[in-house]
């Protein structure tokens, strides 16, 4: 089945596997479960946290369920998550119940600890809710993954895709990885030190841990991934211990390619990311991979 949705010849399923959608539920019910138990909470001024919590995991439920069973139908869902801009948006959109239910979270806290009973149970939902946030951003992550991994299954393995031209693995070569480190430092330095002028030296606090997201974003985006050349685009696959991620780029998505000593660079088109590999790395398959690439893309000189 074509979806118009997917960019070029990207192919999307009739409908999509269980699994995949009850991740879809689980996400929205961890996103929305908590602030219409809070809406519940809140008009009935219910005072018992065992009743609202059961009244959260009703309404979680029923989320998952509904949610489920629309994403089942729709196939063309793994070519909206395809979007590079919709790959950060649905991880992303769990900091907004971590921020809007920071407070609860540290009031449940303090009651916690002081031995205190709150008013309502409004505020446990709330700290509840910011767990949800953690857990809505992995489970976005993974949504993401397996529908993307959904959408090049369709497109390329099956009997009509065509054979794989070629086939390499690398990584960036260690001149591009040490550029990439520069432009992060000299992005970040400037903003650490306008949050220390402006809010003091409590604003290192976060530091480390902006820090190794930082570190473990830029060794997955620089990292070794096995590429193949399809008829249908490039695709990109990375395992892990425990995933494994899969991205299919259209040919219309590049603007060409080109060679230097150390890398072989394929140019995304718009303000995407270049596709870079280390030549060290394939240097086996060198020839194979040229020749690939240029029955599909134009080559520019270096």
Not at 82 to 111: E, K, M, R
Request: hydrophobic letters at 50%.
């Amino acid at each position: 089945m074509q979806n118009p949705a997917a960019a070029g010849p990207l192919q999307t399923p009739e409908r999509l596997e269980t699994r995949l959608a009850v991740v879809a539920g689980l996400y929205v019910a961890a996103l929305v479960s908590p602030a219409l138990t809070l809406a519940v909470a809140e008009s009935l001024r219910l005072a018992s946290e065992l009743l609202a919590l059961g009244l959260l995991g009703v309404v979680g439920i029923l989320v998952t369920v509904v949610v489920t069973r629309l994403v089942t139908r729709r196939g063309e869902l793994v070519a909206w998550l395809h979007s590079t801009w919709v790959g950060v948006l649905v991880p992303t959109v769990g900091i907004l119940p971590l921020l809007g239910y920071a407070g609860d979270a540290f009031l449940s806290l303090a009651f916690f600890v002081s031995g205190l009973q709150a008013e309502t149970a409004a505020t446990l939902v709330g700290a509840v809710g910011f767990g949800f946030g953690l857990v809505a951003c992995l489970l976005g992550s993974l949504l993401v993954t397996m529908g993307r991994n959904r959408l090049v299954a369709a497109t390329v393995d099956t009997d009509e895709a065509g054979d794989v031209a070629a086939e390499w693995t690398a990584g960036w070569p260690r001149r591009a990885r040490l550029g990439l480190l520069l432009v992060v430092f000299a992005v970040a330095t400037p903003v650490v030190g306008l949050a220390v002028w402006r809010f003091g030296w409590q604003a290192l606090m976060p530091l480390p841990a902006l820090g190794v997201t930082t570190i473990l974003v830029a060794s997955t985006l620089a990292g070794e991934r096995t590429y193949r050349v399809t008829p249908a685009g490039l695709e990109q696959r990375r395992e892990t211990r425990f995933t494994v991620a899969r991205r299919l780029t259209p040919w219309s998505d590049f603007e060409g390619f080109t060679l230097t000593d150390d890398t072989l660079v394929v140019h995304r088109r718009s303000l995407h990311l270049d596709v870079r590999s280390s030549r060290w790395d394939i240097s086996i398959a060198d020839s194979n991979v040229v020749a690939a690439l240029d029955a599909h893309l134009d080559r520019r000189k270096s």
